[in-house]
Every structure is written in C-alpha cells, then in structure tokens.
C-alpha cells in the first residue's frame, strides 16, 4: 500500500515535467553559426530551452521525452528580423510572423505601451505571437517637443524608463521634403543613450548621413545606404567601429513592385499574410499609385543599390541582419511573416549564399540586437526557438518556405 502511494505520489511529480521535454532525432542540423551543416542531430528541448543537442548515437532522450523522429528533416533556428514594426494590437501581428517562422521580431517606430507590455509577458514566457523588442520611440525631424539638447536627453532617460529596448534616431530628408535632425542632436541621443547601456540605431538613406551618425557613434544602420554606392573607406570604418548593418531589400521592392502585378501576389504563402479585402486594394488602388509614382525611377535604383552595397559589405566582413521593414501602416503592403521568407530571397539575388543568409537572421541578427546569449544559434542552454523544414536550405533559400513545424520557446506554435 505505502509503495504504491509513493509510486503515484512520485509519477504526478514526474509527469509534469516529463511532459515538457521534446527529443527531436535524426534530423540534419544547421545551427547558425556557419558551419557545415550536422546530419543525425538530437536536440532535446525542456522548459523553453535546448537541453542537449549533439550526434543522435551520443545523446541521451530522457524517459518519458515525447520523441519527434525528425529524419530526413533540416532544422534551422527561428527566423530573427532585426527591422520590422509592430503597431497598435500587436497579438495578432506577432502570431503573424509567428506563423511564417519569425520567432523574434523588432518594432522600430514609436510603439505602443502594449508592446512593452507584451514584452514583460514574453520574459516571464508567455508567447502566443513572436517575441517583441521595442525602441519604443524614434527621433525624428522637428518635434515641437523635443528641440533643445537637454529635452532629447531627457526624452532618452524616459524611452529606457518605459521599457524601450534599443534608442533610435531617423535621418532622411525624403527627397528634400523634410528637415534632418542635426547633427548635434543626434550627438546627445548617442551620448545619453551609451550612459543607459543601450544599443543605437539609425535609419539612413544618404551616405553623408550614415557617415555622419557612425562617426557619432551608432552601433546599427537600420537600412542601407541607398543614394549611392559606398566606398572602401566608409567600409573600413564600419568594421573599424563595429557598426552592423541590415539591408532592407524586400522593403525597397515593395516601394515600386506592386505596379508590376508580380505572380507571388497569387502565391497562397503571401495570400495567407492578409485579407481577401487587402490583397483586392493592393490589387487595384496600391498599383495604380505606385505605377503613377513619381519616385518610381528612384525607387527602382534604390533597391539596385542597396542590393551592390550589400554584396561590398559582406564581402568586407561587415555584419549584416536580416531586417524587412515588415509591418507599420497597412497602406504600405509591407506583409509581415512573408517579406522575411522574400528577402531572404533577395539577399541571395544579391550575391550572398544561404549560409550567409541563415547568418544574417539568426547568429548575426541576435548579436546585433545584443541578445546572443540566448537566441540566434541552436546549442545546449539557448532558448528552443527552431523551424523544422522539410526540404534543404542550403540547396535553395526558398526551402526556407517548407515549414514542417515550429516551435517557439520549445513548444509547437500553430
Ligand atoms: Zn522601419
């Protein structure tokens, strides 16, 4: 009688837990780090982490694990996009990029309080949507309430009391049709922003702007420089100051593609990203803009250079993350969860190699947001955030696509 009490007594303390660990065996391993990939991985994932990876003949699948035979399977880590934004509601934007794979997402504009919110939820690991970082407010030209250097500070100190992951400042003149911040501004952004610890980011468009805010000190070129081709000597001095860059191809494309009517726009993998009400507007209203678009011409030639400029870099040993621009005002059309999967794309029309593209959205994407300790590469002790695949990447970035499962803080996302 006392041994079988103490046999139920120990299995309700056992089940629990037994329950939470998933072995995924046999599967081909590409970890993010760049090296070759791994045939017949196991990796066992407990309360949200890796427990153990490594040869399936060498690790050990705890009793009572749910074992996924996964051969014949690629595992990735979860797609990070470094540039994206997540506006007001933001659950069902970041099932979205769940959905396509994207278990981390940034949000790059001023941002709601929810997101913070959200954000606090997710540390303590409740995910139902990819995981959010936020700058929570991004400097831009005139702001009649932040003008003198002492306001930008104290607008600093209040992003980083509000829960702001990342300080940002965004510098495009569009064209001529907006005033910059200055350069003094942007100074005592990067200044206050350092004394807090907190990593620096820019939009640029401009070349002279970009050399103007890295010699300021920003750690992160949100987008590429787009006005003209970069020159070895701004090349050096990225690597010189470790400054990474994301190039938002996918976000150029979409200034000026919508007009051309591209086939993808039938594709069911972008037509699950939105409304049949949407996808009519982009159809109709959204290609007759862009098609009378007077930026047309320059639109077209931006996402050119973009796409020379991120061959230079990485062919430096610049640091690139993948980032989209995905999100933010529904007219834009910038489709979260699909424009991942279609830059991946671009970046390898521009000369990068799968591998290089694998880098970009998790190893370097989680070191250029600074949390690398956690996410980005598959290992024993990081966050269990992977994609199984059912065909090869590395073959072809559009198996990037052939999502089998996902799993996202090692629990199955669908
Ligand atoms: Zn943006």
Redesign the pocket.
């Known amino acids: 009688m006392r041994s079988t009490l103490i046999f139920v007594f120990a299995l309700l303390l056992a089940s629990p837990v037994a329950a939470q660990i998933t072995a995924l065996t046999n599967a081909t391993l590409i970890d993010g780090t760049g090296t070759p990939p791994q045939r017949d991985v196991t990796i066992v994932m407990e309360a949200g982490r890796i427990r153990a990876l490594g040869p399936s003949a060498q690790t050990v699948v705890p009793a009572g694990a749910q074992v996924i035979n996964a051969s014949g399977k690629f595992i990735v880590p979860g797609i990070i996009n470094a ?1 994206g ?1 997540v506006g007001a509601n933001p659950e069902p934007q970041l099932r979205q990029y769940a959905l396509y794979g994207v278990t981390t997402t940034t949000s ?1 504009a001023t941002d709601p309080d929810e997101i913070v919110q959200l954000h606090e939820e997710q540390q303590r690991g409740v995910l139902r949507g990819a995981r959010v970082l936020t700058v929570k407010h991004r400097f831009m030209g005139p702001d009649p309430k932040i003008v003198t250097l002492e306001q930008a500070r104290a607008k600093v100190d209040e992003i980083v009391a509000t829960g702001g992951n990342f300080v940002k400042v965004w510098l495009d003149s569009q064209g001529g049709k907006r005033a910059k911040l200055t350069r003094e501004f942007c100074a005592a952004v990067m200044d206050q922003a350092r004394k807090h610890g907190r990593i620096t980011m820019a ?1 640029v468009y401009e070349l002279a702007d970009a050399k103007m805010i890295v010699d300021e000190g920003v750690n992160i070129l949100v987008h590429n420089v787009r006005d003209q081709e970069i020159d070895a000597g701004f090349i050096a001095t990225l690597k010189r100051r470790n400054v990474s860059v994301i190039s938002t191809l996918m976000r150029e494309e979409a200034m000026f593609v919508y007009a051309d009517a591209p086939t993808w726009l039938d594709d069911p993998f972008f037509r699950k990203g939105l409304s049949a009400e949407r996808l009519a507007l982009l159809k109709t209203n959204k290609r007759e803009e862009q098609a009378g678009d007077p930026e047309r011409a320059r639109n077209i030639r931006a996402l050119e250079i973009d796409k020379l400029n991120l061959k230079k870099l990485v062919d430096a040993g610049v640091r690139i993350a993948l980032g989209t ?1 995905s999100g ?1 005002d529904l007219n834009r059309f910038f489709i979260q969860g699909f424009f991942e999967h279609r830059q991946m794309e671009l970046m390898v029309q521009a000369g990068l190699t799968p591998m290089q593209v694998i880098q970009s959205f998790s190893k370097n994407a989680a070191e250029v947001l600074g949390i690398d300790h956690d996410f980005g590469t598959l290992a024993a002790g990081k966050a269990a955030d992977l994609l199984i695949l059912n065909s090869n990447p590395l073959e072809n970035i559009s198996n990037m696509r052939a999502i089998q499962t996902i799993y996202l803080g090692g629990k199955r996302f669908e």
């Open positions: 540039h934004h790059m939009h621009d933010g």
